[in-house]
């Protein structure tokens, strides 16, 4: 099993950057694929970035591509999301997910996620 526990939300403005991070434990990430999902009040979990099982590729939903990039770093056991060019409409709770298999894109794939961390953008 792993545990997952994201951090790096916060307030910021239209166009500001913030990078969350998940830090892994009981296992090595490298084990699972990794995604990053983000929800608001209402709304079903949305898939916003995967980080292959060992790190081969990165898929993003369209409404990130190109402003968001998933990494993830084997020595800290941990998984990022850099968010650039922020937009209010990507305020969120974002939850980091792990998987060890399954459709990529769907959070029923997912056996393992964080607590979830809010990011708010301001207009």
């Known amino acids: 099993q792993v545990q997952l526990v994201e951090s790096g939300g916060g307030l910021v403005q239209a166009g500001d950057s913030l990078r969350l991070s998940c830090a892994a434990s009981?296992?090595?990430?490298?084990?699972?694929?990794m995604a990053w999902f983000r929800q608001v009040p209402g709304n079903e979990r949305e898939f916003v970035a995967l980080?292959?099982?060992?790190?081969?590729?990165?898929m993003y939903a369209d409404s990130v591509k190109g402003r968001f990039t998933m990494s993830g770093d084997n020595a800290k056991n941990t998984v990022y999301l850099q968010m650039n060019s922020l937009k209010p409409e990507d305020t969120a709770v974002f939850y980091c997910?792990?998987?060890?298999?399954?459709?990529?894109?769907?959070?029923?794939?997912?056996?393992?996620w964080g607590q979830g961390t809010q990011v708010t953008v301001s207009s």
């Open positions: 980080f292959s099982r060992g790190g081969a590729f990165t």
């Open positions: 009981g296992r090595s990430f490298r084990s699972y694929s």
């Open positions: 997910a792990a998987s060890s298999g399954g459709t990529y894109n769907l959070p029923g794939s997912y056996a393992y």
